[in-house]
């Protein structure tokens, strides 16, 4: 029984449901995805906001690794993208396996100076079915 | 008898919308984000269900399988003893094994030895080997597309008969070194392909969608339930209905991500390829070297139905014991995948395949092969492939001939995926 899709696997090292940052102090999620196949898809999206960012819109796409920042204010797309959403937010990356095999991904609640606070989810995922997709959700309120 | 129609697509109709709703335990789920998938996934099945059985009221037909494609596993078809005999337009972008391990017929039985090796690689494999760079890496793999138009094949054939047991034919009872090349001119499939960018915006529109509403659900549910995160495995009856209810609001965005990913797959794999490829079947003074010029032409008719189609030149160089026998050949191959269910990646597979060959000195030869491929697992890349060939006429016998054979096919590029190193 795959974990999603046709033929996906979800393998869990870190998983939190939801995060807490704290805006007032700097921190803010540091988002890596790490990908292996020839063409990633992906989105980034909140409740409020859809899409915030896809994977063609990043420099240098297709490449191995996208990383980006979630942080309560400052936009710069695609690179830090702002939540301007109080209490309860709630944003995925969802992932397509059309043109790629496997996706790693690692969310970091960081502190200002860029220091990692926590790892909040570490997660891969594999498909060999070019159909699969899959969202991993984090739910996120700024205090 | 009316009634009776109507009660019993009534009971139809139920009971495809409880098969579907509780075929999803979602209690199993321990985490929330999996859970919440889990529930989003029952509620789009629901709907689904309802759908489709509107859909099988008019007797629409519903065929959303996909292509298995055009990457072959198997050797060479000049290899003698080759479970194809079509060749078609690529191979894995990594590495393939092909052994055929023996003919089923009464007079191998106690031979356990394979009859043929053959192994294919891309030139991007050897590029990629050579740079000592990972071949997934998207940028390289994205870089390096024309690499992927090239594949080299070795391998040998191993003599059908011993010396001692044939007189008949020298040809069969030499050692043969197989070597091939083949050049993609047209190669639509590849991922990396510019003129896939449309299929890939699709996607990325339709996840979008997707994702945000998974989002969506999650805020409203929250908002209705704000422990949910913790309490998601112990829902009320209430609750449970209220979650629901939630998740139907978005339900059409799930059910168009399933539709425009298989769409998207579909727009892919049923495009054309089409190659020319070269390969030499070589042995010693007393055997046949072979030599074959094909053009290759991919073409998936239906997202379950590929169609190969071959034709080129063909030369026996008998050295000295013999006439050289030059001619033609053509062949086509009808490639159905027999499973429906689309949750099967690694599908069971029936092709029907045609072959003629017209050469100088020797009357034509024609040959018509059944075959079956079973895979061994869904993760594996493996495969055992089951062939039944009809011959007009062997390669120097003037009989018609019948054989069995079976064989086994390893695809790296299936299982790369799984063996690549995690997040660092």
């Known amino acids: 029984m795959p974990d999603f899709g046709n033929d996906g696997t979800r393998t869990v090292t870190v998983y939190n449901p939801s995060v807490n940052p704290n805006s007032a102090a700097g921190e803010y999620l540091g988002y890596t995805l790490t990908v292996a196949g020839g063409n990633p898809a992906f989105v980034y999206t909140c409740a409020d906001r859809d899409p915030i960012s896809r994977s063609d819109q990043f420099p240098g796409h297709p490449k191995a690794t996208y990383t980006w920042k979630l942080q309560k204010a400052g936009e710069v797309l695609p690179l830090i993208v702002g939540s301007d959403r109080n209490g309860y937010d709630a944003c995925s990356v969802g992932m397509s396996f059309l043109g790629a095999v496997r996706y790693d991904l690692t969310i970091n609640l960081c502190n200002n100076d860029g220091s990692v606070k926590k790892v909040i989810q570490q997660i891969s995922y594999t498909s060999n079915d070019s159909r699969d997709y899959y969202a991993e959700l984090l739910g996120v309120t700024w205090a | ?424």
């Open chain 2, 1 to 424: 008898m009316g009634i009776s129609r109507r009660v019993l697509a009534s009971v139809f109709v139920l009971v495809a919308l409880v098969t579907s709703c509780c075929a999803q335990d979602c209690t199993k789920e321990a985490q929330y984000g999996p859970w919440l998938n889990c529930r989003m996934l029952a509620r789009k099945n629901v709907a689904g269900a309802a759908a489709q059985a509107q859909l099988n009221k008019t007797n629409e037909p519903i065929k959303k399988n996909a292509t298995n494609g055009a990457r072959q596993q198997d050797s060479p078809a000049v290899s003698g003893n080759s479970n194809s005999l079509v060749d078609q337009s690529s191979a894995s972008d990594l590495v393939n094994l092909a052994l055929n391990l023996a003919k089923l017929t009464p007079t191998t039985s106690n031979n356990n030895n394979p009859t043929s090796v053959t192994v294919t690689t891309s030139a991007y494999a050897l590029y990629a080997a050579a740079n000592y760079h990972d071949p997934l890496d998207p940028d390289f793999y994205s870089r390096n597309r024309n690499w992927r138009r090239f594949f080299v094949t070795l391998g040998q054939d191993v003599p059908k008969m011993t010396a001692s047991t044939s007189t008949a034919d020298p040809h069969a009872n030499r050692y043969g070194t197989v070597i091939g090349f083949k050049t993609l001119i047209l190669n639509s499939r590849d991922i990396s392909d510019p003129k896939n960018a449309g299929a890939f915006s699709n996607v990325l529109d339709a996840l979008s969608h997707f994702s945000s509403a998974q989002d969506k659900v999650s805020v409203d549910i929250h908002t209705a339930i704000p422990d949910i995160d913790t309490k998601f495995a112990k829902l009320s009856a209430q609750e449970s209905q209220t979650v629901d209810q939630i998740i139907d609001k978005y339900v059409t965005a799930f059910t168009n991500m399933d539709q425009v990913a298989t769409d998207a797959y579909n727009q892919i794999k049923n495009k054309r390829q089409w190659a020319l490829s070269y390969t030499a079947d070589l042995r010693d003074g007393l055997g046949y070297n072979q030599h074959s010029i094909q053009s290759v032409l991919d073409w998936g008719v239906t997202p379950r139905l590929n169609w190969t189609t071959n034709f080129g030149a063909e030369i026996y160089d008998a050295k000295k014991f013999g006439p050289i026998r030059n001619g033609g050949s053509a062949s086509t191959d009808f490639q159905y995948r027999i499973t429906e269910n689309p949750k099967q990646t690694q599908p069971i597979a029936f092709s029907l395949s045609g072959y003629g060959e017209w050469l100088t000195n020797v009357a034509p030869t024609y040959k018509v092969q059944g075959k079956l491929t079973i895979p061994l697992g869904q993760k594996t890349g493996v495969s055992l492939p089951i062939s039944v060939t009809y011959a007009s006429r062997t390669d120097l016998i003037q009989e018609s001939h019948t054989e069995a054979k079976f064989g086994f096919t390893f695809d790296a590029a299936k299982i790369a995926a799984a063996l690549l190193p995690g997040v660092q």
